[in-house]
């Protein structure tokens, strides 16, 4: 079984080590893949768009295992959620958010049968004390609903939706992945269905319009361009550089994509 594992805990600090450990302590025979642990520190949204960027890559039954918990220690819950085809753990913060938006059917449990914890419990480190073991009980075959009661309404981050009008999307920055790149809250099929891509539209973003192309190299080095990324959505990038840096943009920043009038 495939346990796939996403945190903000870094690889400087033995954490996920740590995690790792205890959850082959009880299952040896689990291969476990690292989603990323470089989210940053207590980036709920951030987390929850790179889970929802990966998961449905993974083969049906596979097991997740989040951390992003700025909650940890307090009155916050754990979550188990069940959908079509996979299982999640996670601090119920709205870290599973993305997932519930590509999920058609979900049934979700709180966490609170200390009988599969780790004790003592750290108030600082839940990951290791109270997932890890869960994750390592439910990957061996204990039942979701053996875990806490159902929970019927998790917490679910508001999603910031894009204007949609006839002539153009409105929309904004929701992600920067690790190149610099800015990922935004426009799907693909938003401007698929509107006609071809490449060279059909407009993006505007700092006094910038940048043709929407099909690849980085479709501009020079050290070039702004647009282009729909594999994460399905919408980005802006710099051919072998940093959006973020050169441009100046950040979460939120507002991109206005627009369809070229013919002539």
């Given at each position: 079984?495939?346990?796939?594992?996403?945190?903000?805990?870094?690889?400087?600090?033995?954490?996920?080590?740590?995690?790792?450990?205890?959850?082959?302590?009880?299952?040896?025979?689990?291969?476990?893949?690292?989603?990323?642990?470089?989210?940053?520190?207590?980036?709920?949204?951030?987390?929850?768009?790179?889970?929802?960027?990966?998961?449905?890559?993974?083969?049906?039954?596979?097991?997740?295992?989040?951390?992003?918990?700025?909650?940890?220690?307090?009155?916050?819950?754990?979550?188990?959620?069940?959908?079509?085809?996979?299982?999640?753990?996670?601090?119920?913060?709205?870290?599973?958010?993305?997932?519930?938006?590509?999920?058609?059917?979900?049934?979700?449990?709180?966490?609170?049968?200390?009988?599969?914890?780790?004790?003592?419990?750290?108030?600082?480190?839940?990951?290791?004390?109270?997932?890890?073991?869960?994750?390592?009980?439910?990957?061996?075959?204990?039942e979701p609903q053996s875990f806490g009661p159902p929970c019927p309404d998790p917490v679910r981050l508001p999603w910031p939706e894009p204007v949609i009008t006839?002539?153009?999307?409105e929309g904004e920055v929701i992600y920067i992945d690790g190149f610099g790149s800015l990922i935004l809250n426009i799907a693909a099929d938003l401007i698929q269905?509107?006609?071809?891509?490449?060279?059909?539209?407009?993006?505007?973003?700092?006094?910038?319009?940048?043709?929407?192309?099909?690849?980085?190299?479709?501009?020079?080095?050290?070039?702004?361009?647009?282009?729909?990324?594999?994460?399905?959505?919408?980005?802006?990038?710099?051919?072998?550089?940093?959006?973020?840096?050169?441009?100046?943009?950040?979460?939120?920043?507002?991109?206005?994509?627009?369809?070229?009038?013919?002539?």
């Amino acid at each position: 079984m495939i346990l796939g594992f996403l945190s903000d805990f870094g690889l400087k600090d033995p954490y996920v080590g740590i995690v790792k450990a205890v959850v082959l302590g009880s299952n040896p025979a689990l291969r476990i893949v690292d989603i990323s642990h470089q989210v940053a520190p207590q980036d709920v949204i951030g987390g929850s768009f790179v889970l929802g960027s990966a998961f449905r890559e993974f083969p049906s039954g596979t097991v997740f295992f989040a951390i992003v918990d700025p909650g940890v220690g307090s009155q916050r819950t754990g979550l188990l959620a069940v959908t079509e085809h996979y299982t999640f753990l996670a601090p119920d913060n709205g870290l599973l958010s993305m997932v519930f938006r590509y999920s058609k059917k979900v049934t979700c449990f709180s966490i609170e049968n200390t009988h599969y914890f780790r004790h003592p419990v750290s108030d600082t480190f839940h990951g290791r004390d109270i997932f890890a073991p869960v994750a390592a009980h439910l990957t061996l075959g204990v039942e979701p609903q053996s875990f806490g009661p159902p929970c019927p309404d998790p917490v679910r981050l508001p999603w910031p939706e894009p204007v949609i009008t006839e002539h153009y999307i409105e929309g904004e920055v929701i992600y920067i992945d690790g190149f610099g790149s800015l990922i935004l809250n426009i799907a693909a099929d938003l401007i698929q269905h509107r006609g071809p891509v490449r060279k059909q539209f407009k993006a505007d973003i700092k006094g910038m319009e940048l043709s929407l192309l099909s690849t980085y190299s479709d501009v020079a080095k050290g070039k702004p361009i647009a282009l729909i990324g594999s994460s399905g959505f919408l980005e802006v990038a710099i051919n072998q550089g940093s959006a973020a840096e050169v441009l100046g943009a950040g979460i939120g920043e507002p991109v206005v994509v627009r369809k070229v009038p013919k002539v």
